[in-house]
């Protein structure tokens, strides 16, 4: 078979994602909001002093966090409804962008590196409302409610001011910076990145190969991360596992360790069948 | 120390912690419900000697109330959290005997699992005035509502 060049790679990836992507938006649009309802459900539990009983909502939970030990947030990168609109949004801003000749409008690196703590602040916060049982008197602030009605058809549940207010500044910020809300604010992003994933299975460089001053990787990321060497077992819980630092290295030196690389592409399907399967598992 | 182990670390602590919080819990309820049984032995040992004294007496069928339903099965629905949602009502002996939900096609499967623990409450209570289930408040209030709407076309002076 003739070698493709690089950048007909990356756009069979980028398809592969995108279409990925979509099956899941379709088949399990809830995934994400029922994890984290399993989150909620565990404070819930303890501000009454109930036990914390294995029910759906923490089936769901577990079965995504222990998938995220294995392989990293691929849930996030490839899975996630919330995140798959955030990218929809986001492409459609980048043509829009293309066609009116005018740059994307780019944020500040010092602003990136705090802000990725606010959303343990919206965690907290979250978890505190749950544990002090107040859950039922902010029905109708979460955009994740609002965002899953009107993808359910129930338009007339969507008239929740505060929700839909916070959805739609949501997808301008996601729509200016690629995973916005994810690298930011998600509280189920906050959950997963203090998920540790084992490191052999993410994308990881040999810093020694690289060219000098080159930080392509770091550029193209979504969620801004210096890749680890690999030398180091640490990897970033940030990494959604989009794979595009990997497609951009000019030298091919962003690889995970137990996959070859000429796998990827199976690796990636693999990936997806075992997420679906565990899923529908778990009953959704 | 490694940022890798550390979360390992935390992760197994969180869940040690569950584990011991959920333990504790369940002895509670275990010495709570002990407790229970036996005041509910004592009374009905008391009681079997009060029968045992008046042989004769001749037993009443408990309570009954005049109940407000006609036996039968109605099917009621209500507006969930994607669509609507159908109950059916089983009424026996004037009460609700069983809650079937019949159809709900835009709800989210985990959520309606959850949700459908609100049957055994409405069941419990006979009636359909019962706290929703959180985290599942509006597929919950989707079978609560479709309950009282059954129950509605179960009255017995429904003109
Ligand atoms: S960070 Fe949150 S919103 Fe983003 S993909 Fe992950 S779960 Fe979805
Ligand atoms: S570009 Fe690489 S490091 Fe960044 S999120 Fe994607 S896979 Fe992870
Ligand atoms: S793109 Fe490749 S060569 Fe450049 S910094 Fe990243 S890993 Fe190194």
Same mark, same amino acid.
């Given at each position: 078979?003739? %070698?493709?060049?690089?950048?007909?790679?990356?756009?069979?990836?980028?398809?592969?994602?995108?279409?990925?992507?979509?099956?899941?938006?379709?088949?399990?649009?809830?995934?994400?909001?029922?994890?984290?309802?399993?989150?909620?459900?565990?404070?819930?539990?303890?501000?009454?002093?109930?036990?914390?009983?294995?029910?759906?909502?923490?089936?769901?939970?577990?079965?995504?966090?222990?998938?995220?030990?294995?392989?990293?947030?691929?849930?996030?990168?490839?899975?996630?409804?919330?995140?798959?609109?955030?990218?929809?949004?986001?492409?459609?801003?980048?043509?829009?962008?293309?066609?009116?000749?005018?740059?994307?409008?780019?944020?500040?690196?010092?602003?990136?590196?705090?802000?990725? @703590?606010?959303? @343990?602040?919206?965690?907290?916060?979250?978890?505190?409302?749950?544990?002090?049982?107040?859950?039922?008197?902010?029905?109708?602030?979460?955009?994740?409610?609002?965002?899953?009605?009107?993808?359910?058809?129930?338009?007339?549940?969507?008239? @929740?001011?505060?929700?839909?207010?916070?959805?739609?500044?949501?997808?301008?910020?996601?729509?200016?910076? %690629?995973?916005?809300?994810?690298?930011? !604010?998600?509280?189920?992003?906050?959950?997963?990145? !203090?998920?540790?994933?084992?490191? @052999?299975?993410? !994308?990881?460089?040999?810093?020694?190969?690289?060219?000098?001053?080159?930080?392509?990787?770091?550029?193209?990321?979504?969620?801004?991360?210096?890749?680890?060497?690999?030398?180091?077992?640490?990897?970033?819980? %940030?990494?959604?596992?989009?794979?595009?630092?990997?497609?951009?290295?000019?030298?091919?030196?962003?690889?995970?360790?137990?996959?070859?690389?000429?796998? %990827?592409?199976?690796?990636?399907?693999?990936?997806?069948?075992?997420?679906?399967?565990?899923?529908?598992?778990?009953?959704? | 120390?490694?940022?890798?182990?550390?979360?390992? &670390?935390?992760?197994?602590?969180?869940?040690?912690?569950?584990?011991?919080?959920?333990?504790?819990?369940?002895?509670?309820?275990?010495?709570?419900? *002990?407790?229970?049984?036996?005041?509910?032995?004592?009374?009905?040992?008391?009681?079997?000697?009060?029968?045992?004294?008046?042989?004769?007496?001749?037993?009443?069928?408990?309570?009954?109330?005049?109940? /407000?339903?006609?036996?039968?099965?109605?099917?009621?629905?209500?507006?969930?959290?994607?669509?609507? &949602?159908?109950?059916?009502?089983?009424?026996?002996?004037?009460?609700?005997?069983?809650?079937?939900?019949?159809?709900?096609?835009?709800? /989210?499967?985990?959520?309606?699992?959850?949700?459908?623990?609100?049957?055994?409450? *409405?069941?419990?209570?006979?009636?359909?005035?019962?706290?929703?289930?959180?985290?599942?408040?509006?597929?919950?209030?989707?079978?609560?509502?479709?309950?009282?709407?059954?129950?509605?076309?179960?009255?017995?002076?429904?003109?």
């Amino acid at each position: 078979m003739k %070698e493709m060049t690089p950048l007909k790679k990356r756009k069979i990836h980028a398809g592969v994602r995108a279409g990925i992507q979509l099956m899941f938006f379709i088949l399990m649009p809830s995934a994400f909001t029922t994890a984290f309802a399993g989150v909620k459900y565990i404070f819930v539990q303890l501000g009454n002093r109930e036990p914390i009983e294995f029910n759906a909502f923490i089936k769901v939970l577990s079965v995504l966090l222990v998938y995220t030990a294995v392989f990293g947030r691929f849930f996030c990168g490839y899975a996630c409804a919330f995140g798959s609109l955030g990218d929809a949004v986001r492409a459609l801003y980048m043509s829009i962008c293309k066609k009116m000749k005018k740059k994307p409008v780019a944020i500040n690196e010092t602003m990136n590196k705090l802000f990725i @703590y606010v959303k @343990y602040l919206v965690l907290l916060m979250i978890v505190f409302v749950s544990y002090k049982g107040m859950a039922t008197s902010t029905k109708g602030m979460s955009p994740w409610d609002v965002f899953s009605m009107l993808r359910a058809g129930n338009i007339e549940m969507g008239a @929740y001011i505060i929700g839909t207010v916070l959805l739609v500044l949501i997808l301008i910020g996601m729509a200016i910076c %690629e995973r916005f809300f994810c690298r930011f !604010l998600c509280p189920m992003g906050a959950v997963f990145t !203090l998920i540790p994933s084992i490191p @052999y299975l993410s !994308l990881r460089r040999t810093r020694t190969n690289c060219i000098n001053g080159c930080s392509a990787c770091k550029r193209v990321c979504p969620c801004n991360i210096e890749l680890s060497d690999v030398s180091s077992i640490e990897i970033s819980g %940030e990494c959604i596992q989009c794979g595009k630092c990997r497609g951009i290295c000019p030298k091919q030196n962003v690889k995970r360790t137990l996959v070859p690389q000429n796998f %990827e592409l199976c690796f990636t399907i693999i990936r997806a069948a075992i997420l679906v399967a565990i899923l529908i598992w778990a009953g959704l | 120390m490694n940022r890798y182990f550390i979360k390992i &670390i935390n992760l197994l602590l969180i869940l040690g912690a569950i584990y011991i919080y959920n333990n504790t819990l369940e002895n509670r309820v275990k010495a709570e419900e *002990i407790a229970r049984l036996s005041a509910e032995l004592e009374s009905a040992n008391n009681q079997l000697d009060e029968y045992e004294k008046f042989f004769d007496v001749e037993k009443t069928d408990g309570n009954i109330v005049e109940s /407000d339903y006609v036996d039968g099965k109605y099917e009621g629905s209500a507006k969930g959290y994607g669509g609507d &949602i159908t109950v059916e009502v089983t009424i026996k002996n004037g009460s609700m005997t069983d809650l079937r939900i019949v159809s709900a096609p835009n709800e /989210d499967g985990a959520y309606l699992k959850m949700a459908s623990s609100i049957v055994k409450d *409405i069941l419990k209570e006979q009636s359909s005035s019962v706290d929703t289930v959180s985290g599942a408040t509006y597929s919950s209030t989707g079978i609560r509502d479709a309950t009282k709407n059954a129950l509605e076309n179960a009255k017995k002076n429904k003109e």
